[in-house]
């Protein structure tokens, strides 16, 4: 088969890099990839929401499968391009899609099918919605609806930062008109979070191991929220029983809910939720693979990626083995200076030709003119070490993550360690 992944970032390297594994694969392409997916696909210069010029190529190319990887072509109706033309295309349509490109959506679904989430309201108009933030008190959290580069949740710890977040939206629109046209007000959960990716065919889920992001950029969770600095897989410290109450309560009856509104969901959904003392709740859904959990999930994965993919499209889910393995992987991101702020670009990367054990998945390099691997953008490269256990794969992760250098970098020093406290 001759296979086209549509993305550039680390996400897109791990599957790539599990593709390239599937004998059943002649020939790998991604558009537009980056620095590292070069060395496994051929990289095609078209960019993600280049619709036409996707589907021109996957027709010249002959090829039998497109794999949408990343939250905004999805959300723009890629796969629906793609199929209305006669190519098969692996990810959700843009009916479905919604569940993560609409907050207000996602939250209106969880409360008419009374699957846990945290208390809400949602507002179209500014007034009505200050109004309501008023009669609130912080900790409170202020949602942007649409999709905003992960940059759309304020966890305001006092009401001027919770107002201020709220006008940046609605009236500022610093996510733009589209994404800030209607807000989401949220009560403030505490726990421990957990992304929860299944494989869903419309009605059958499958579960992939779960695992945990970092968010916050600094050791601890302090500083700004980032894409995510850092993953690991498995979660020791979690019960497999939170996870099954999370299959039950939460993943199944979405999947479920899509299928009875009409939109049945097919493709990769991830669900965010956060283990509260009052049990597991949602937090959001993303309607793809996760960055950076694909990054730890993936070479856990022992069955080829490509049939999965396959079986999903055929409606052949519930057949298919899916087999794991027993190894821990921790994923350290290594960050461009100034991330997640402004930070620069075009800084040579040594050091990649020293990695001994780890897995290194590029997030934002290039090849410059002189053939060099330079930075590309804020997140550079996902360090992933496998082990034994979560100790050692941590410890493999770093022990590359140090071997590597540019100007600058910086990582946390403290991913997996919630497992090891
Ligand atoms: P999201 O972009 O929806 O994943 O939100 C980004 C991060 O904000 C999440 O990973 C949580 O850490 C935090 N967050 C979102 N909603 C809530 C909530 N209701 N209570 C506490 N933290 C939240
Ligand atoms: N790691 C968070 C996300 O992919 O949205």
Redesign the pocket.
């Known amino acids: 088969m001759r296979v086209l992944v549509i993305g550039r970032g680390g996400?897109e390297h791990a599957i790539v890099w599990a593709l390239s594994k599937s004998p059943k694969i002649s020939k790998l392409f991604c558009a537009p990839g980056n620095g590292g997916i070069a060395g496994l696909a051929e990289c095609v210069p078209i960019i993600e929401l280049q619709f036409d010029e996707i589907s021109t190529f996957a027709k010249e190319q002959a090829i039998d499968l497109v794999m949408v990887a990343p939250d905004d072509p999805l959300a723009a109706g890629l796969v629906d391009h793609l199929e209305s033309k006669g190519i098969a295309a692996f990810g959700p349509r843009a009916n479905a899609a919604i569940i993560e490109g609409s907050k207000v959506f996602m939250k209106q679904l969880l409360k008419k099918y009374s699957i846990p989430t945290a208390a809400y309201e949602s507002f179209d108009a500014y007034e009505p919605a200050l109004a309501y933030l008023r009669s609130q008190t912080a900790p409170i959290v202020i949602k942007a609806d649409g999709l905003a580069a992960?940059k759309g949740v304020t966890v305001a710890q006092t009401m001027e930062e919770a107002e201020a977040a709220l006008k940046d939206i609605m009236v500022g629109q610093v996510f733009g008109a589209s994404a800030g046209a209607s807000v989401v007000i949220e009560e403030f959960l505490t726990g421990q979070e957990m992304?929860l990716l299944a494989f869903v065919d419309g009605s059958t889920v499958r579960l992939m191991v779960p695992s945990q992001?970092h968010?916050p950029v600094f050791d601890n969770d302090k500083g700004p929220n980032t894409?995510?600095m850092g993953?690991y897989s498995p979660l020791p410290h979690i019960p497999e029983s939170i996870v099954q109450e999370a299959l039950v309560n939460i993943v199944q009856p979405t999947a479920d809910a899509m299928v009875a509104e009409g939109r049945p969901f097919k493709g990769v959904l991830?669900a965010?939720l956060i283990l509260t003392p009052n049990g597991v709740k949602t937090i959001?859904f993303?309607a793809?693979?996760?960055?950076?959990?694909t990054q730890v999930i993936l070479p856990r994965l022992k069955t080829d990626l490509l049939d999965i993919f396959l079986a999903i499209n055929n409606g052949t889910l519930a057949e298919q083995p899916i087999e794991w393995s027993e190894q821990a992987a921790v994923c350290v991101i290594v960050a461009s200076p100034g991330y997640p702020g402004p930070y620069p670009k075009g800084l040579p990367i040594t050091g990649l030709d020293q990695v001994q054990d780890a897995l290194v998945f590029h997030a934002g390099t290039a090849v410059d003119e002189n053939g060099q691997i330079v930075t590309n953008g804020g997140r550079v490269l996902g360090i992933t070490g496998l082990g034994k256990d979560i100790v050692e794969a941590r410890q493999k992760a770093y022990a590359d993550a140090d071997r590597i250098h540019f100007e600058g970098k910086h990582y946390r020093t403290d991913i997996a360690m919630k497992a090891l406290r």
């Open positions: 996400r992960g992304s992001d968010k894409g995510g993953t991830y965010g959001e993303n793809r693979f996760g960055d950076p959990e």
